[in-house]
């Protein structure tokens, strides 16, 4: 069945919701989100990039969520990996807010790959890179590192040992995640855990960030 049509999202409401979760955005900033949710309804019923069909949930949980963390972290400027990126949350979201970033997708799944560098050519986002692969094999290529970030990743551990690694030496962590992986999450001593973040309007979603050790 197609997605709803994305005419049911207006500028103006996009606004609305950006200010809902304290997130001040210009309105070239917000014609950007516009664009690049159109693309994504269009490109996802041929290619599976979000399990969310309303355009209106899909801002909220999406962009507002990810976008939340410019403020909350917070992510003003640096190098960030979004590991895992899929339909580009958070990198791209937080890319929009905060232009003066250095973007790194990390996405293994060719086509959606191809999905991420159609929405960077779309809204002509600088200093933004796809990379096709598995993170386990990348290291070098990405440091410095100021910022690694995931949404959807269960394999905690071995993630959070390879952004601690002497190689990759990322100097925070940040994870949206369920209130039932805090506990598992923050038992990692490879990192010192802040107090969760919790995203608003949600139930138990939280961000977490780590500050990694010496």
């Known amino acids: ?3 709803p049509s994305p005419a049911a999202v207006t500028s103006e409401m996009i606004a ?3 200010a809902q979760y304290q997130i001040a955005a210009s309105p070239a900033q917000v ?3 516009l664009l690049y949710l159109k693309l994504l309804l269009k490109w996802n019923d041929k290619v599976n990039l979000t399990a969310i069909r309303d355009p209106l949930e899909i801002l909220h949980r999406h962009f ?3 976008m939340f963390a410019a403020e909350s972290v917070p992510i003003e400027r640096g190098r960030l990996a979004d590991v895992g990126s899929g339909a580009g949350f958070p990198g ?3 890319k929009i807010i905060r232009p003066e970033l250095e973007i790194f997708l990390i996405e293994s799944n060719l086509k959606k790959a191809t999905f991420l560098a159609e929405v960077i050519r779309e809204l002509a986002l600088v200093k933004t890179r796809v990379i096709v692969g598995r993170y386990e094999d990348l290291g070098e290529e990405l440091t410095p590192l100021d910022f690694v970030c995931s949404r959807a990743l269960g394999e905690f551990e071995a993630f959070l040992k390879w952004a601690a690694s002497a190689t990759l030496a990322a100097k925070r962590v940040v994870l949206w995640v369920g209130g039932r992986d805090l506990e598992e999450i923050r038992r990692n001593t490879l990192w010192t855990w802040r107090e969760p973040i919790s995203v608003p ?3 138990r979603r939280y961000l977490l960030v780590g500050e990694r050790k010496p």
């Open 201 to 203: 309007q949600s139930l």
């Open 92 to 94: 791209l979201p937080l």
């Open 1 to 3: 069945m197609p997605s």
């Open 16 to 18: 609305r919701a950006l």
């Open 64 to 66: 507002c969520e990810c």
């Open 31 to 33: 014609e950007q989100v």
